[in-house]
């Protein structure tokens, strides 16, 4: 399934210090999008009247959490969008987030909800994310978008994966055909990754901490994408020459006295042999908030019944 923004991008720069791989700048796309976005909530706003709006809901001070969801409230505003933050103190109880998710559900203004994970362990996230609207969530989790997207109908894509994609489509163009590994088995970017990958036609092989040899599993692809959460885990040696990897990994890990970022791939020994590489920090991460923004105005045309690309033509 294709998705209607799509946008092609100009050629990936060439890393200067690597000798082989280009570098897919995650970055450069999502400021792109974002740009093209802003432009077509503002058709929204002045021939419509209609102001898309995202709700976003975190329980507890999660540090992480807490900067993920400033960074996506200031990137909506940005957008021309409504922000409507939500933050509830960590022994909120169940039926109070329920309570909230179910005004969210029927207020007019809110196209789109996100509910910040992990929840505090005494939350069934299930339950919580089976209670959203599933036309307004815009994370793809609610079982009937995964169900949608596992057989090839319309649906909400999950935020990350879409990301990837979009990098994917635009680095290699059509990718039928092409031999992909996921290593990783989440509901958030694994299992979604394996079936967009699959919907575009590729042979997808789902691979994982526990797969035996997941280095040769990973030799045979034309595409990995890496979302394990573990540093530096996929080596260069693992890679087959010229293949694209998607590396989705964010660990912060001390090195030399100093606080780093690094991916799930080992980024000197791919950049080597790979075709193409995202970097970490600047390659998936801010495609997330980027697509994010995407579902949010995708959910509001469709709550709308109007066309949910070529707003602005
Ligand atoms: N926590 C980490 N990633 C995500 C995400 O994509 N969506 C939500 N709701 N929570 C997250």
Not at 2 to 31: H, Y
Not at 63 to 88: D, I, W
Request: net charge neutral.
């Amino acid at each position: 399934m294709r998705q209607a923004l799509f946008i092609p991008m100009t050629e990936a720069a060439s890393v200067p210090s690597s000798p082989a791989a280009a570098l897919i700048d995650g970055k450069a796309f999502a400021a792109t999008l974002r740009q093209r976005l802003a432009e077509q909530v503002a058709v929204l706003r002045t021939e419509h009247g209609i102001m898309p709006g995202l709700a976003v809901v975190l329980v507890g001070e999660d540090p992480a959490s807490q900067v993920y969801v400033r960074n996506k409230g200031r990137q909506t505003l940005e957008c021309g969008m409504n922000s409507f933050e939500h933050k509830l103190d960590a022994g909120t109880s169940e039926a109070d987030l329920l309570g909230l998710i179910g005004r969210l559900n029927s207020d007019p203004q809110v196209h789109g909800i996100l509910v910040q994970l992990p929840l505090p362990a005494h939350m069934d996230a299930n339950k919580v994310i089976n209670a959203i609207d599933p036309t307004k969530d815009v994370d793809g989790f609610h079982i009937l978008n995964v169900g949608l997207l596992g057989t090839g109908q319309k649906a909400m894509v999950p935020c990350t994966p879409l990301g990837c994609l979009m990098l994917l489509r635009d680095r290699l163009g059509k990718l039928e055909g092409l031999s992909a590994v996921v290593v990783g088995r989440s509901n958030i970017v694994g299992k979604p990754m394996a079936q967009l990958l699959l919907g575009d036609g590729c042979t997808v092989t789902i691979a994982h901490s526990r797969t035996q040899d997941l280095a040769s599993v990973v030799r045979q692809a034309d595409i990995v994408v890496v979302a394990v959460g573990r540093p530096e885990m996929v080596r260069g040696e693992w890679i087959k020459p010229g293949a694209t990897v998607i590396d989705v990994g964010i660990n912060r890990v001390e090195r030399d006295g100093q606080n780093k970022l690094v991916g799930d791939v080992h980024f000197d020994s791919a950049a080597a042999v790979a075709g193409a590489l995202t970097p970490v920090p600047g390659g998936v991460g801010p495609m997330t908030i980027a697509c994010l923004l995407a579902n949010t105005l995708t959910a509001c045309c469709r709550n709308h019944g109007l066309p949910e690309a070529g707003l602005a033509a």
